[in-house]
């Protein structure tokens, strides 16, 4: 695999929903070795440290369950210009923080796809397609909203204009099993790629990620995965407030995560929702950790072997 500038930005965001611990989230993965981790697969790796949220005052929301408004709208502001300054130096890794960092990592990222001349695309890896705006969710949780922002939806008008609006024929969402009836007609009368646990448990995981990745190849596009740790079945990556059963494997984790290496197509990664208060003994970010190593090259036989003594 090509060697890659990684720059990890810590984006310790805790205001997309009320349950809190995500704030810890980007120590986690630092005292899990990401760094390290992709040092050894010949990687060079730049910590930036965490950042802060913006300070604006916003209105009122219309929607009076809408939680944090204003740090929401402040985090999006710093993290759309923290990606369109670290893309061109290397490839960012967004350290989370809750799901609402990606309302600025996605616009920024896609801000910069624009200023290269190339189509942008997301894969969204998630039990929830987080298409709600800040006016038709019902929980007032924002981490459920970054898809309905950049991809232009109204609603957003308290949050930073979109540099460059993504084009929802250019999202695949894979991993979904918990959608309501509001997102659900929204998406129905869209043309986001869907990849639910239903079609990934008929047809397998392999088949639908390649079909998207040729088509980004094909168009010579720019690739940003969010990495949501629901993504994953609870069982093996239970630090998140946000428990889905049913998710995928850790065999079907890696066997993305190495697609997308194979593809080369990725130029940004946002790692979402841990939170270390609900972990187990380091579990869920030593996964999220081994699954970014398999992103950046590392292979089955790379991998350490346990004792069988």
Known sequence: MTQKHCILVGAP??????????????????TAGIAE?????????????????????????????????AENVGWTHTLMSAAQQAAPKGMPIFLGGDHALAAGTVAGMAAHAQSEGR??????????????????TDSGNLHGTPVGYVTGRPGFEAYP?????????????VGLRSVDAAERAILSDGDVTLVDMRRIDEEGISAPLQAFLNRVAA?????????????LDPSIAPAVGTTVPGGATVREGHLVMEMLSDSGLVTSLDLVELNPFLDDRGKTANLMVELTASLLGRRIFDRPTRDKS
């Open 119 to 136: 189509p942008f695309f997301a894969l969204w890896l998630d039990a929830h397609s987080d298409i709600h705006t800040p006016e038709t």
């Open 13 to 30: 965001v805790d205001c997309g929903k009320r349950r809190r611990g995500c704030l810890m989230g980007p120590d986690a993965y630092r």
């Open 219 to 231: 168009e010579d596009g720019m690739l940003h995965v969010s990495l949501d740790v629901d993504f």
């Open 37 to 69: 981790a992709i040092a050894e697969l010949g990687h060079t790796v730049a910590d930036i440290g965490n950042l802060t949220p913006k300070a604006v005052t916003v209105p009122a929301p219309q929607n009076p369950l809408v939680h944090a408004l």
């Open 161 to 173: 204009p979109l540099p460059a609006i993504v084009e929802s024929r250019n999202i695949c969402m």
